[in-house]
């Protein structure tokens, strides 16, 4: 496997799990657990990171001729990272929620 397949495969492996757990925060979040949405949020926020290194190792691998498949995983990782702040907004919004119930 080349450096370029490498970075495609984990862009697009990471990029899953970001938005894997982005939607489980949200889950969390609207049934009220907290921590639960927090620990989601945290992962969806690491694995975006994660999406986000092999998105620039695959533009320097591919010396920005990006394939369509390649595209498509460069492009992906790029959302991954909105979705992870979407999921820690969602946490502290439940936070927040909780807090002003007590």
């Given at each position: 496997?080349?450096?370029?397949?490498?970075?495609?495969?984990?862009?697009?492996t990471?990029?899953?799990a970001?938005?894997?757990?982005?939607a489980?925060?949200?889950?969390?979040?609207?049934?009220?657990?907290?921590?639960?949405?927090w620990?989601?949020?945290?992962?969806?926020?690491?694995?975006a990171?994660?999406?986000?290194q092999?998105?620039?190792e695959?533009?320097d691998?591919a010396?920005?001729?990006?394939?369509?498949e390649?595209?498509a995983?460069?492009?992906?990782?790029?959302?991954?990272?909105t979705?992870?702040?979407?999921?820690?907004?969602?946490?502290a919004?439940?936070?927040?929620?909780?807090?002003?119930?007590?």
């Amino acid at each position: 496997m080349t450096k370029r397949e490498d970075a495609r495969r984990r862009a697009e492996t990471e990029t899953a799990a970001a938005e894997l757990y982005a939607a489980a925060a949200w889950h969390h979040a609207r049934a009220g657990r907290t921590s639960a949405a927090w620990a989601c949020a945290d992962t969806a926020r690491c694995a975006a990171t994660c999406a986000a290194q092999a998105h620039d190792e695959l533009w320097d691998a591919a010396k920005g001729e990006l394939s369509d498949e390649e595209w498509a995983a460069f492009e992906a990782a790029e959302v991954a990272a909105t979705s992870a702040r979407a999921a820690e907004r969602i946490a502290a919004d439940a936070v927040a929620r909780a807090t002003a119930a007590r």
